[in-house]
């Protein structure tokens, strides 16, 4: 017996995702939110990013520098002030603060 070579020989498994796809699918039934609610969440989210977690970035902007980047020591300048500039506000002291907790508390 030969098998048709336009048959999926996944459609059962095809079929039964169809079936039970809103159910997988986080987003049906949801609310909508406006452009702006998640425009404000993203600008929150990065501005908190760039508050607490200014050493990586710094980091990230010196590795930039090892590979022939145009522009990359100004960046690298930028992200260093910066991280000075959050190190004198005490920012990377909660950071640290708060990711020990998390590991204590994940470790047990």
Sequence with gaps: MSIDPNIDPNI????AFQRHRNELDITVGAPSQRL?????ILISGVVVAA??????MRDWAFELTLDAIPGAELVFAAADT???WMD???APDVFDAIHAW???WRLG
């Excluded at 508050?51 to 990586?56: I, K, L």
């Design 36 to 40: 702006s609610v998640v425009v404000a």
């Design 12 to 15: 059962g498994a095809n079929a």
């Design 88 to 90: 004198w506000l005490g």
């Design 102 to 104: 998390i590991e204590r």
């Design 82 to 84: 910066w991280h000075r």
């Design 51 to 56: 508050v607490f977690g200014s050493g990586a």
